[in-house]
T-cell receptor
Framework: EDQVTQSPEALRLQEGESSSLNCSYT??????LFWYRQDPGKGPEFLFTLYSAGEEKEKERLKATLTKKESFLHITAPKPEDSATYLCAVQPTGANSKLTFGKGITLSVRP | DAMVIQNPRYQVTQFGKPVTLSCSQTLNHNVMYWYQQKSSQAPKLLFH???????NEADTPDNFQSRRPNTSFCFLDIRSPGLGDAAMYLC?????????????FGPGTRLTVL
């Protein structure tokens, strides 16, 4: 059974204090790993797709990396507007395969 | 802008009173999904449509039904809502089901059951 575990559950940072969010996964074969941002009371917003180990993608202060067992979302010099819940999801190989989501990491950035 | 729209954003119903949530999309995606998300939990897939083909998750209660009258619209019907059905309901779309499955979500409908 596919599994996604995100850690820590919650993270509080001071503005400018860089850190990383972890997503560990177990899947028979990986087609893609996805990161989403979710603000309170809203739907998830797509951030990145990673396909293979060693791949990296960047967007503003965020950089996502992928190994065969985990993905990291690195946040460099965060700002209060980066406060949100970050969700990780995996899609296994196979026809019509569905996403398995983690529970998310709630990030709070204090000014 | 192409997008996924959900109506209403907030829905209050009474225990046992049927409710319908709607989703529309301007992305022209062929796959549409309904998820249920409770506080601090991962989104839980209820069902999805690949074009007109309906796919129900094994653990989705019979109380939940869905309709997709055309490519752009999809509805979630809850026939007899219980207190445990109070949640955020998310609609998502993607272009194909067999390729990499970037899903794009709507803003969600928050359902309250009194």
């Amino acid at each position: 059974e596919d599994q996604v575990t995100q850690s820590p559950e919650a993270l509080r940072l001071q503005e400018g204090e860089s850190s990383s969010l972890n997503c560990s996964y177990t899947v028979s074969g990986l087609r893609g790993l996805f990161w989403y941002r979710q603000d309170p009371g809203k739907g998830p917003e797509f951030l990145f797709t990673l396909y293979s180990a060693g791949e990296e993608k960047e967007k503003e202060r965020l950089k996502a990396t992928l190994t065969k067992k985990e993905s990291f979302l690195h946040i460099t010099a965060p700002k209060p507007e980066d406060s949100a819940t970050y969700l990780c999801a995996v899609q296994p190989t196979g026809a019509n395969s569905k996403l398995t989501f983690g529970k998310g990491i709630t990030l709070s950035v204090r000014p | 802008d192409a997008m996924v729209i959900q109506n209403p954003r907030y829905q209050v119903t009474q225990f046992g009173k049927p409710v319908t949530l709607s989703c529309s999309q301007t992305l022209n995606h062929n796959v549409m999904y309904w998820y249920q998300q409770k506080s601090s939990q991962a989104p839980k897939l209820l069902f999805h449509y690949y074009d007109k083909d309906f796919n129900n998750e094994a653990d989705t209660p019979d109380n939940f039904q869905s309709r997709r009258p055309n490519t752009s619209f999809c509805f979630l019907d809850i026939r007899s809502p219980g207190l445990g059905d109070a949640a955020m309901y998310l609609c998502a779309t993607s272009r194909v089901a067999s390729g990499t499955n970037e899903q794009f979500f709507g803003p969600g409908t928050r359902l309250t059951v009194l």
